[in-house]
């Protein structure tokens, strides 16, 4: 058994606001700050999406970075990329746009889409800025 | 005669969209494709502000650059960070929010501010993605 | 149970060097190169500092980066940045400053202060150089 | 027991191609896309190796990293910098040259050599490009 | 007048050599070093494409970036990247492919097809390495 | 007459504080602020070094880029590496240690000596911090 861990970066830009619905603005400026902005904010979102599992003897591939550059364009980049997450993003519709909020969210539309070409996403991440990122390992 | 030209990088997160209100949604949609999201998008934007100057000879110092640090904050930090370009930023009112025409903004915000010190700015890089960024020289 | 972990990165320029009072200046040479040189060299530091939990409903953090980013600047970059580590840092006193055992006393500095805010520290990165750095969880 | 884990980082320029030779060229054309160019291409590797240990009293150190970096020389650069992975390498000799292989094959030149010094081989990455790279730790 | 300079980042990953065959084996290796290993070698090429002129007032545009992005890739990253420089690129055949001489090659792939959509090529910059690179302003 | 920039990026950490002797502990103190503090600070630095020339037709070089590297090495690296500016660098006795006096020294330095090969010195950059730089082109 030897397990590799293969990743792939991919980018996206997005607009947000931090902001809940359950509080006026004054309790949201307090908790939230200039991340609460009424008008929105944005970033250049940075992912990596890790794979883990044996190479292939025929190939030496995990995975073949193709099509899971696919996936995550289908699952992720276009819903995602130049959109509003609060606003056009489907599966966060309901949901704060915290970092943590969206990798998780983001896991649950990569993971059956990666398990259905018999592999396994094993962990992500997201940057939000150069100094603020995520980490997310399906909840463990 | 010995010029040194002395950079201060700065970062601000921001949301916009690229929208020309002369034209309708079908028109702006082709010539801005998805930079014409209506919802807005965003980018983490990295600004670079160059002087140009002779070190003084008691300090080395072209320019303190904590006092550089302070203008920039000031007059472009504040008024653009985790802020709407099309609708927050005063100085961007009725402007097109492309690269382009924002580091020609932050120029005239900062130029005069900066000759104020009795230091010359020489040059400003604006960073939209890892991709894509302009310079002004000020307009040569 | 769905743990997420974020991490803020922050920095500090600092003066060392490695030396060990209980040898002689050539031993310290020999064992630790140029790193031994008796007037200081000094380095770009930059740590990431990650915290482990779940998202909390209402907010969708962790933990407010804000508050982690107030630890850091407190605990760590009040006392070391523009400083020497081997004469200026209370918490380095009589210790070696290898990246590895500064790593250590950074996490014991940081560790109380995010507990008593009811978080947990998972993870510490710190890099000395752009091709040497250490990670730390505490131990294990 | 405090663990840390330490990383030296070291890079190398190689030609390579992916190529099944059980297979026709229009096959390793379909499997492997640009990849299976006949004339090879190439990339910047950048690999990162992680040793565990705990730090020693007298030293701070782990282990100490000008001797990780003379291992790293000597059984990784200096027969693959430079080089051809598919023809080149002796440690390469009828295998895949992906980077899942490639990150295994560096691991069992390394590892011997790291026990050796009685330091224990943790982790390795390896970038083939920006938006591509692999971890390993020894096929857990 | 407010001439702004507009740049597109692109990469491409190629293998090389550096031979002159006019000179025999020894000589080779005696000028190029490892650089003439006959069995080629590899980089990861970073370009970067700047656009001098002045923004549009319809589009506060000097050039829209993706039409600038569409002739990068029909006329260098198409040919270029993932190929072999000495063998397999048509615009260098015959030619050196140091970092010099291949970004004089691209300046004269790219100025044509960007002069032909009335914008001026200003300045190319392409890495070899993150420690090697090469600036060109059309020959100034 | 085809010109092209050549560029060699390299390293070094080194000690410094920035104090005038002229004046008193809290007048150095008011001016340069934690840059001032008296057990010094440090930096990784960055330079890069620019040559610029034609392309030699039998190499395609404007300079060969591995003596370029052993005349930093020899010039630069070996008496700043891992060293105190204000105390152990001949070239640097007697001046501040600001970036800016820095990059000046530096450039007369490498100039001589790259003259004395043939070839031109057009610029130098050189980071102290990811957030400051200096760049120098001979006093222009």
């Known amino acids: 058994m030897k397990n590799v861990y293969v990743t792939r970066r991919a980018r996206f830009n997005a607009a947000h606001k931090l902001w809940n619905d359950d509080w006026d603005a004054a309790m949201n400026q307090e908790v939230f700050g200039k991340c609460a902005n009424p008008n929105w904010h944005g970033h250049n979102y940075e992912l990596h ?8 003897p025929e190939t030496g591939y995990c995975m073949n ?18 959109k509003n997450l609060n606003l056009d993003v489907p599966f966060m519709k309901g949901k704060m746009t915290s970092t943590e909020v969206l990798i998780i969210a983001i896991w649950e539309e990569l993971e059956p889409a990666i ?19 995520a980490d997310y390992y399906g909840g463990a």
């Open 115 to 133: 398990s259905a070409k018999g592999c396994r996403l094993h962990h992500l991440r997201l940057y939000e800025t150069e100094n603020n990122y």
């Open 49 to 56: 999406v890790t794979i883990k599992g044996e190479p292939a």
């Open 65 to 82: 970075l193709v099509e899971l550059k696919d996936i995550i364009k289908e699952r992720v980049e276009d819903p995602i990329d130049h």
